[in-house]
C-alpha cells in the first residue's frame, strides 16, 4: 500500500498562510497524481487542488489563492495556501491516484490529514 504523510497544518489568522507538505512511499517505482482533499465540521468532503508534473487543476474556492507543486520522482506534494479565509478552515487531506481526474472522482489512497484553522 502506498503510505501518505501529511504536515503543516496549524493556526493562522485570516490574510496569512501555510504551506502543506505530503510525502509518499511503498510504491517508489510508480508515479502518481497527487492532490489534496478538505472537510470541515459537518460538511461533505470536497477536492482541493492537484498536480501531476507540470498539470495543476484546482477547485473554484480556491484559485489565485492556492498553489501546488511537487516532483513525481520523489513522490511529494506541497500545497501554498495564502490569503486564508475562515471558510478554509478543514482537516486537509493528502490524496494519489492514477490521474487527476480519477484523483478528482475517486482517489486511491488517502492520508491520515492535517487540521488548518484559520481565524476571522
Known amino acids: 500500500q502506498v503510505r501518505l504523510v501529511e504536515s503543516g497544518g496549524g493556526l493562522v489568522q485570516a490574510g496569512g498562510s501555510l504551506r502543506l507538505s505530503c510525502a509518499a512511499s511503498?510504491?517508489?517505482?510508480?508515479?502518481?497524481?497527487m492532490g489534496w482533499f478538505r472537510q470541515a465540521p459537518e460538511k461533505e468532503r470536497e477536492f482541493v487542488s492537484a498536480?501531476?508534473?507540470?498539470?495543476?487543476n484546482y477547485a473554484d474556492s480556491v484559485k489565485g489563492r492556492f498553489t501546488i507543486s511537487g516532483d513525481n520522482t520523489k513522490n511529494v506534494v506541497y500545497l501554498q495556501m495564502n490569503s486564508l479565509k475562515p471558510e478554509d478552515t478543514a482537516v486537509y487531506y493528502c490524496?494519489?491516484?492514477?490521474?487527476?481526474?480519477?484523483?478528482?472522482?475517486?482517489?486511491?489512497?488517502w492520508g491520515q490529514g492535517t487540521q488548518v484553522t484559520v481565524s476571522s
Open positions: 511503498g510504491r517508489s517505482g510508480i508515479s502518481y497524481a
Open positions: 498536480w501531476s508534473g507540470g498539470t495543476t
Open positions: 490524496v494519489t491516484a492514477s490521474s487527476i481526474n480519477q484523483l478528482r472522482a475517486h482517489p486511491g489512497f
